[in-house]
């Protein structure tokens, strides 16, 4: 089965940087994805990482250990709109298996 | 435009009631998922469907059914045995190509 793993909530001031931690189980393993999810909203994509490493987009970052079935979001300069959930998801085995952690809450605060 | 589209936006279920959520999406994905999310918790999977007339449960299929008659649709039932029905349910879509998965806006169903 599978199995992800983040923080449940995380407060940050205005301009910071912020990490979010997912360490994961799975059987097979196609790539790490995160997601924002504004209250009441649907969640929208933000990155995708199949290999080791660190992809950036834009104020978001996102790296990968697969030896260490561990990834982790970076935003930079925080902005008050980036309060909402994070859920890190992982494609297991069966290709299109798409499996959520259970979300990080960010607060950004003044 | 391409997306997907989930109908409707809120539903009010009696007890001891079968009540049907839509998901419609045009992107030409194979795999579509139904998830349900609790009040600030995460989304568990109900049931996904890779390809049309086949499906999988996934963590929680008790008191849910589902068809995939047509590549576009894949709607949730919710059934009477569902004891605690009340929750968003949010439908998504994925192509096994990409790396994307795109989600409709949700249905909130509650139990009256």
């Known amino acids: 089965g599978q199995s992800l793993e983040q923080p449940s909530e995380v407060t940050a001031v205005e301009g910071a940087i912020v990490q979010i931690n997912c360490t994961y189980q799975?059987?097979?393993?196609?790539?790490l994805s995160w997601y924002q999810q504004h209250d009441g909203g649907a969640p929208t994509f933000l990155s995708y990482?199949?290999?080791?490493g660190l992809e950036e987009t834009g104020r978001f970052s996102s790296f990968l250990s697969r030896s260490d079935s561990y990834g982790y979001l970076l935003l930079q300069e925080l902005q008050m709109k980036d309060s909402a959930s994070y859920f890190c998801a992982v494609r297991g085995s069966g290709a299109n298996n798409l499996f959520f952690g259970t979300g990080t809450r960010l607060t950004v605060i003044p | 435009d391409g997306g997907i589209t989930q109908s409707p936006k809120y539903l009010f279920r009696k007890e001891g009631q079968n009540v049907t959520l839509s998901c419609e999406q045009n992107l030409n994905h194979d795999a579509m998922y139904w998830y349900r999310q609790d009040p600030g918790q995460g989304l568990r999977l109900i049931y996904y469907?890779?390809?049309?007339?086949?499906?999988q449960k996934g963590d929680i299929a008790e008191g849910y059914s589902v068809s995939r008659e047509k590549k576009e649709s894949f709607p949730l039932t919710v059934t009477s045995a569902q004891k605690n029905p009340t929750a968003f349910y949010l439908c998504?879509?994925?192509?096994?190509?990409?790396?994307?998965?795109?989600f409709g806006q949700g249905t909130r169903l509650t139990v009256v």
């Open positions: 990482n199949a290999l080791d």
């Open positions: 998504a879509s994925f192509d096994r190509g990409r790396t994307e998965a795109f």
């Open positions: 469907s890779q390809i049309v007339n086949d499906f």
């Open positions: 799975t059987s097979g393993f196609y790539g």
